[in-house]
Each structure stands twice: as structure tokens, then as C-alpha cells.
């Protein structure tokens, strides 16, 4: 097995293509897989396919197809990459609950396992999901979780403090509030008005060129 360091950037962004393929796959009682079956799911050449699995190491004989359940914990485990993430949420709120009502992600990163608020009002479940009162977080973060997504509107610093605390290392931001983490944490701010800033200013130098 190469280290997942010498797989193509290109070849490791398909794996989680090829992952959720597989899950829905394996969800369906199929066992096996055929390259070419599995192109026709994904969209992508049984060749480019049969290259991207042979990073992996041997995956069995060929004509055999693909052994669906090895494949999956070869993504899982052995890739160093966890499709299976605990996903905490802060702030239940417009953004937070939309975020949750979608919670469709299971087949590709994981899923929003629980989600605090400060607001009593907001703390039951919610699309399936428990959210808790902001100060029961200490009891009530899972195990392994290291990712928060962050739609609070109040005290941001305070509770990304309180959440690098509880293990946290990973922030998905939409804020739009400024705050500081220490190295090794990695924050990913996602806000959908600077984009449609880019997006028109892009647009306008473009327009203007032609
Ligand atoms: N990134 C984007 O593109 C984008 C788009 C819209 C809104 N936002 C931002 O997302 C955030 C949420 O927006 P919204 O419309 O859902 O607001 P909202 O007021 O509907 O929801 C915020 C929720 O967070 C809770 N909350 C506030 N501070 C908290 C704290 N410190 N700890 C725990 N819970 C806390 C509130 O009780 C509320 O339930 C805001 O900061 C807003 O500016 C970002």
C-alpha cells in the first residue's frame, strides 16, 4: 500500500466520490463491484477508476470486481481519512437549523451528531438531532469529535475558546466574526456574501474585457 501522500491530487479528490458510490453500494446488500459498474455511478472512466483504486495496493484478482465492504474501510482506515466524522453544531438558529435539516452528508464526511445553543428555547431535537443547552458541552461532546461548525451570532470568541477546550480542531465558520485559534487549528470560513462579492466582481472584469 502506497502512503496516501504519493496519491495524485486528483485521484484523492475522486475517493470520496468513489466512497459515497460505495456506501449506497453496500447499503443495497451488493458485495462486489465491477470498475465499469461503478463508472457508470460515478460518472468517471472504468480506466481512470481502476488507476485511482491501484494507489490502494492489491485490491484482488482482475475481472473479480472489487470487494465493496474492503474497499470502504481501505477509504476509512488505511487513507487516514474519516468519512464517518462526528460533527458538532453551535447555534440553532436559522443557519444552524437549516444546516441541520439538510444533515445528508453521511455517505461522504459524516454527520451533525448533536448540536448547543444557548437558548433553552432552542435545546430539543431538531430534525432528528438533540440540540443541548451550550452549558452541558463539557458532558455531552462525542468521543472523537474535532469538528464544530460555528453559527452563533454572539460571544464567538468565548466559544471557540471553550470548544478548542473539548478537543475541537477543526472550525467550519459562518460567522462572519473575527477570532483567533492557535496553530493546528484549522478554521474554514464559509460566507456566502463574500462570494457573491467575487462573483460580481468577477463577472463585471469579465463583461468589461468583452
Ligand atoms: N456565512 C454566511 O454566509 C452567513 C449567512 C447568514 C448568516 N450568517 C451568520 O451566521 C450566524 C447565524 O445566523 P442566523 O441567521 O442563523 O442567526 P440566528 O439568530 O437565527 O441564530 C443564532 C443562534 O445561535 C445561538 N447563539 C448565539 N450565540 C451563541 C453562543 N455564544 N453560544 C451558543 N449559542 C449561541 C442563538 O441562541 C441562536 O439560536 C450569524 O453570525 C450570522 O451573521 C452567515
Known sequence: MNGSKSVPKATFQRY?????????????????VMSKELAELVNVEPTTIRRDFSFLGNLGKQGYGYNVDDLIEIFNRQLGVDFDEKIILIGAGNLGRALMHYNNWDYVVGEIVCAFDADPAKCYEQFGIQVYPMDELEERIPAGCHIAIL???HK?????????????????????????VPKGVVVKVVDVVSSIQELVFESNSMHQKQ
Open 16 to 32: 470520496p466520490v468513489y466512497l459515497k458510490a460505495l456506501r449506497r453500494l453496500q447499503k443495497h446488500g451488493k458485495t462486489r
Open 151 to 153: 453559527t452563533i451570532s
Open 156 to 180: 464567538v470568541q468565548s466559544t471557540v475558546d471553550l470548544l478548542l477546550d473539548n478537543g475541537i480542531t477543526g472550525i467550519v465558520d459562518f460567522t462572519h466574526q473575527h477570532f483567533v
